[in-house]
């Protein structure tokens, strides 16, 4: 099997990711939109490469045709959308782009993404999180929600600063508390409505390296 592009690895990892969520193959439409592609044509000249490669099977004549190989089913991969501060709140450029532009993405264990869930991962930075077992420089994955119970992990926008951070949340009276998992770090204390929820962390990766022994 050939080598992939980035744009044709990316097209494939958006595949395999809709088809994991919905359950269903996305339409040439859906690989436009979610790929930033130029056109439909363009489009259909990466998907006809990629059968050719022997990544994806299709019939062109029927909707939603596309499915994956044998060597490339029961692998999903998440967007990893930007970096979370596990510190200090960072500054991110606005809401939207922090949330919906892909940087690339990353495979995850299937056990990890309970069906039709909509998930996505941020790289950690800072150490506020240590004593949670996510540390700088890991890959949080996160169930795309709004909604919250107290004590969960979270990545929190907040607002008025127009940063992010990742604690754990926490409803008090008149206020949020978003608590550090480091004893050496104070919480974030927000007015209720001046954060919103951005999705909780349903897992983690780290990448092995022999500096961490």
């Known amino acids: 099997m050939e080598a992939l592009s980035p744009k044709r690895k990316r097209i494939l990892d958006f595949i395999a990711r809709f ?19 130029s056109s439909t044509s363009v ?3 990466h998907l006809d490469v990629l059968q050719q490669q022997g990544h994806i ?18 692998v999903p991969t998440v967007p990893v959308l930007g970096t979370i501060a596990a510190g200090q709140p ?29 998930a996505y991962a941020l790289r950690v930075q800072g150490d506020s999180m240590i004593d949670a077992l996510v540390d700088d ?21 907040l607002t008025e600063r127009q940063e992010a951070t ?10 949020i508390r978003l608590q550090p998992a480091n004893r050496s770090m104070a919480p974030i204390y927000v007015d209720p409505d001046e954060v919103q929820v951005q999705g909780r962390v349903i897992g983690v990766l780290r990448k092995y390296s022999q500096d961490s022994l």
């Open 19 to 37: 088809i994991s969520q919905k359950g269903y193959a996305p339409s040439i439409r859906d690989i436009v939109k979610g790929c930033g592609i």
């Open 43 to 45: 489009a259909q000249y």
């Open 57 to 74: 099977h299709r019939d062109p004549e029927i909707p939603r045709s596309i499915s994956l190989t044998r060597e490339r089913q029961g």
């Open 90 to 118: 960072i500054p991110v450029p606005t809401e939207e782009t922090w949330h919906t532009v892909v940087h690339e993405t990353v495979e995850v264990p299937a056990e990890m993404l309970p069906r039709g869930v909509q």
């Open 137 to 157: 420089g890991d890959v949080v994955v996160l169930e795309a929600t709004r909604t919250t119970e107290d004590g969960e992990m979270v990545a929190a926008w």
């Open 166 to 175: 990742l604690k754990r949340f926490y409803r008090e009276p008149g206020r």
